[in-house]
């Protein structure tokens, strides 16, 4: 088991991109960190340096107390799980499980026992004779976890892992994988691009943009406080609404000012001192879909009135497309039992405790 430190890590490749920037952040011991972000921000090199598979180039890692930055992949003690599993084809799945312990000279006695373990909580035992090539994806996988847990680490890093899956499968691996990690209690960094696969495996989740950590904090707080606008716009799905506007003072109460929409920000949000800085510039009003209600008659709480564009049925819920109140279709969730139609007229109101605010200028929450 380990805690890891990263100090001011930066990581600047030989062609002079610069991957990562000053990464800052204790993962606790037992801890599912979950490392997400769109293609290229980073999240691999951070991995691969954690691995020791890639070199630092500034900044330090720490297991424990101990630093690692000079020490070789193979002496960190953790194991790699790939999206592409990095199987041996040539191997029977019990071979490519044992591979790594044979290499550290463990006693075959031990080898036969580990290995038939973690196949058997994998559901696996029944494929040890056969090849890889022989697998669906889902089994491969498996494989590939199994070669990993069978070697005890301090610490697992998986890379996309369940990327090549079908998305039935996906939603299954998700699963077993959390449940595995909380049996095991092995500190597990994850990565992934997938922001439903992060809020539903990570106890915190580190928000990444251009090799810049944006946020991090369990799956809640950043749904519900995302610090800037990206985490804002990246974390839920349909995305949050976004309104751009202005921010200005009338008679002692601020007013969000857009082409259509006016509304009172409440005291209480008013009191946050960085709000006050705002006054008069550029704002962005986020609300997420299911914060904003419908209704088919103008109510005393409307703010705006558009048109159904689009109406997305998925079964347990429908998700509309309104236009008519900003330059965007404004998305909102709403029960499956509202009959509504395409082209009917629609009211919309929005409860003040559900408003985001950020500025355009910096993109940070102002009501953080
Ligand atoms: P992610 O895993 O989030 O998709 P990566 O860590 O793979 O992102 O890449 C981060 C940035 O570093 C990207 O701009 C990528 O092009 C660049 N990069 C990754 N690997 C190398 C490399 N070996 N040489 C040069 N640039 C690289």
Redesign the pocket.
């Known amino acids: 088991m380990a805690c890891l430190k990263y100090r001011e890590i930066c990581?600047r490749?030989?062609?002079n991109?610069l991957?990562?920037t000053r990464f800052n952040l204790e993962v606790k011991d037992h801890e599912f960190l979950v490392l997400v972000?769109?293609?290229?921000?980073?999240?691999?090199?951070?991995?691969?340096m954690t691995a020791g598979l890639e070199e630092i180039s500034e900044g330090e890692l720490y297991i424990g107390d101990r630093m690692v930055n000079d020490i070789p992949a193979k002496e960190r003690d953790m194991a790699m799980v790939f999206q592409n599993y990095a199987l041996y084809p040539q191997m029977n799945v019990y071979d490519n499980m044992a591979f790594g312990l044979t290499l550290r000279k463990i006693p075959k006695q031990e080898i036969t026992k580990r290995v038939n373990e973690v196949a058997e909580i994998l559901d696996i035992v029944h494929l040890l004779k056969r090849k890889p090539k022989t697998l669906s994806g889902g089994q491969r996988q498996r494989v590939a976890l199994g070669r990993a847990i069978v070697r005890e680490p301090q610490v697992f890093l998986m890379?996309e892992p369940l990327s090549n899956l079908d998305a039935k499968l996906r939603v299954q691996m998700r699963m077993e994988i959390s449940k595995l990690q909380k049996q095991l209690g092995t500190t597990t960094i994850y990565?992934t691009?997938d922001q439903i696969e992060a809020m539903t495996m990570g106890d915190r989740i580190v928000v990444?943009r251009n090799?810049i950590i944006q946020q991090v904090a369990s799956p809640l707080e950043l749904y519900r406080a995302p610090a800037n606008l990206f985490v804002a716009s990246f974390i839920g799905s349909p995305a949050m609404n976004f309104f751009d506007g202005e921010l200005n003072e009338q008679n002692g109460t601020l007013l969000f000012q857009h082409e259509i929409i006016k509304v009172h920000i409440p005291d209480y949000q008013a009191k946050i001192i960085k709000i006050k800085d705002c006054i008069n510039r550029k704002v962005i009003l986020g609300v997420r879909p299911e914060n904003i209600q419908i209704y088919t008659q103008p109510q005393e709480d409307t703010i705006a009135a558009g048109e159904i564009d689009l109406i997305e049925n998925l079964g347990s819920e429908m998700y509309l497309y309104i236009s008519g109140v900003d330059k965007k279709p404004v998305i909102a969730r709403v029960d499956q039992d509202i009959k509504l139609g395409r082209g009917e007229k629609v009211y919309i109101a929005i409860s003040p405790e559900f408003f985001h605010l950020f500025s355009q200028s910096t993109e940070e929450n102002l009501l953080k």
Request: glycine letters at 16%.
């Open positions: 990581k490749y030989d062609n991109t991957a990562v972000g769109p293609s290229g921000c980073g999240k691999s090199t951070m991995l691969r890379d990565v691009h990444m090799g």
